[in-house]
């Protein structure tokens, strides 16, 4: 009978055992274990992994400008690219965006960092707050701005307040402009800083209210219309776009007949060399100060003119606050620079 019983329990306690929860083990053995899985808590945040800037894993980006399609193009950023990387220990690739309003969000996304910006994408990045001005890119003459001048002809009864054998204006903005006032300008196109963007913003600032605008597209066209009369009363271009050539050749009194009416100050940037406000200022130092060592190379010098272009041909170290006149008459125009870019 004890026999019996001793049996009954050890049967019952091993069915109990059988049907309970117990908690299971994983036992592991070196680098084969699997772990075992963890639920996070709701205030667990993931850990971030992003590289470093410059490295591999993050590498800088050099942009080509969006017209760049050539191979020689390429192969010239590639080579800008190898000298960086060389000089400054960072890891640096290229691309090539679609548009300047590309440009300007890839900067915003980070998938740009180095760049010739045009003056009107510069604008707006730099309102943006994405980028930092290093360098500016001269022309032919040396120059690195360059100004606009508002011209009517004498037959509309316009007044001069420019003298051009000093070559300066006569009188202040708010006198020669106010003339334009309830007149209709011929503006170049509306992407154009000298032929739109900043003439605007200069009769915008003296409180100059014109008729709706033509956009004749150009600027000798903008002087072929005002010669010829009919489509507006005045205009804006670089100065001085009245002696293009085949103008001069088709209209001999030309000179006499448009008149410079006033000039604004060489304030526009041919274009601007900018570096992300993403890197951090070490880092935009010491890349920056490579670019004259480069550029005094065979190699390099080529490089930046076949990859860049434009007539790029030197380059001036400059900054934001060598800009904030052509940036402030960008303000006043009022234009949405954004959607003129895409």
């Given amino acids: ?22 908690p299971r083990v994983t036992i592991t053995t070196g680098e084969t274990a699997t772990p075992i899985p963890v639920t996070p ?12 800037l410059g490295l591999a894993e993050n590498p800088l980006i050099l942009a080509l400008p969006p017209s760049a399609n050539t191979n020689e193009q390429i192969n010239a950023a590639k080579e800008i690219a190898s000298q960086l990387t060389e000089r400054t220990g960072y890891v640096f690739v290229t691309v090539i965006p679609d548009s300047y ?25 730099y309102e943006k707050d994405l980028v930092r001005a290093t360098y500016a890119s001269l022309n ?53 800083p000298s032929g739109f963007v900043v003439p605007l913003g200069f009769l915008n600032k ?28 005045f205009g804006a271009t670089y100065i001085d776009a009245r002696k293009f050539p085949s103008l001069e050749d088709q209209y001999p009194d030309l000179m006499e007949q448009v008149i410079v009416v006033w000039q604004t100050p060489e304030i526009i940037p041919y274009g601007i060399f900018a570096f992300s406000t993403e890197m951090p200022s070490p880092m935009r130092d010491l890349i920056s100060g490579f670019i004259p060592a480069i550029l005094q190379t065979d190699d390099g010098n080529a490089a930046f003119k076949i990859a860049y272009g434009h007539g790029v041909d030197e380059w001036k170290p400059i900054n934001d606050g060598d800009l904030k006149d052509f940036l402030a008459y960008v303000r006043e125009s009022r234009v949405d620079i954004k959607g003129l870019l895409k």
Wanted: proline share 5%.
């Fill in 140 to 192: 032919e003459e040396g120059r690195d701005q360059y100004g606009a001048q508002f011209i009517a002809t004498r037959k509309g009864g316009f007044k001069s307040y420019f003298d051009p054998g000093t070559g300066t204006n006569t009188a202040d903005a708010s006198v020669a402009l106010a003339q334009f006032n309830d007149r209709k300008p011929c503006w170049s196109e509306e992407t154009s």
């Fill in 206 to 233: 003296n409180n100059v209210f014109t008729r709706p605008a033509a956009f004749v597209g150009g600027h000798p066209t903008v002087v072929r219309s005002l010669y010829l009369g009919g489509i507006c009363d």
């Fill in 41 to 52: 808590t709701e205030s667990a945040t993931p850990t971030p992994t992003t590289a470093e």
């Fill in 101 to 125: 309003a590309d440009l300007v969000d890839a900067f915003e996304k980070g998938n740009a960092h180095i760049a010739l910006l045009d003056p009107l994408s510069y604008a707006l990045a």
């Fill in 1 to 22: 009978m004890d026999r019996a019983r001793r049996l009954f329990v050890v049967l019952l306690c091993v069915f109990a055992l059988a049907n309970c929860n117990l």
